[in-house]
């Protein structure tokens, strides 16, 4: 298996991977792969795990949920159809507590927190999601998205901030920061026009670092994720401010 994919965890139902970024989880035909040299996460693991075929169906076979291509970070793969089936189950209902790291450009107006809108595909360009207002037709068509949000540090031009997506719909993340003002620093999509970009940073700045959830075996489990070193490196380069 490849070595860049590291398995944080594993029991008998679960595997827990810290995915890099630039690896896309599983292809669907709106992805854009690159070159026909490069693998998804699923056929990475597939070369390990042959067995993960038996597990749901392709092309996501046990994969439980989805990180952007860009994002790195904490995900899980069920190992057996039951695992597969409990843990969607937990995500569906709103019970898996995630958090997220996100450097994002500009000063939040408040240092912590809730943004609550409705979230659906843009009209403009249907790659793209947008937020939109209680107030907007077609607003029975569009999924609320909930996310809480907390300022770490506060950088010149830049905060760094936990999100905690509570329903994780779709670039969700994403979308509510460019939506408060303040775009996810290196997002090429919801980024504003002439947005800065830190020195160094070659992507989007968002990182899942923490997941907690229920396993098959009834047990809650945690697992945490350090911050790669490309954004370690993002951020030591940045002039913090002192409150």
């Known amino acids: 298996m490849d070595e860049k994919i ?16 630039g690896v896309v989880v599983f292809s669907e035909k709106s992805e854009k792969r690159g070159t026909d040299e ?10 390990k795990y042959q067995w993960l075929k038996e597990v749901g169906g392709p092309p996501r076979y046990g994969i439980v949920h989805r990180l952007d291509k860009y994002t790195s970070g904490i995900l899980l793969v069920a190992k057996n ?4 089936e409990f843990l969607q189950k937990q995500f569906k209902e709103r019970l ?8 994002v450009s500009g000063h939040l107006k408040k240092k912590e927190g809730l943004v609550d809108t409705f979230i ?3 009209p403009k360009n249907r790659t793209r999601q947008r937020v939109y207002l209680p107030y907007e037709p077609g607003l029975n068509k569009k999924r609320r998205a909930v996310t809480f949000y907390k300022v770490l540090k506060r950088f010149k031009n830049y905060d760094l901030v936990e999100a905690k997506p509570k329903t994780g719909r779709k670039h969700e993340i994403r979308v509510h920061f460019a939506f408060l003002g303040a775009p996810i ?5 919801y980024g504003f026009k002439n947005q800065p970009c830190p020195k160094g940073l070659k992507r989007q700045f968002l990182h899942a670092c923490y997941l907690k959830i229920k396993t098959l075996d009834g047990e809650i489990k945690e697992f945490s994720s350090d911050l790669p070193k490309d954004l370690k490196e993002v951020l030591h380069n940045l002039a913090e401010i002192k409150n």
């Open 96 to 103: 898996v507590e995630k958090k997220y790291l996100a450097l």
């Open 6 to 21: 590291k398995i944080i965890y594993e029991d008998n139902n679960l595997l827990v991977v810290d995915k890099p970024a």
């Open 38 to 47: 490069e693998k998804t996460l699923i056929e990475i693991l597939l070369e």
């Open 81 to 84: 159809k039951s695992s597969l």
């Open 120 to 122: 659906g595909r843009s």
């Open 185 to 189: 620093a290196g997002d090429e999509v």
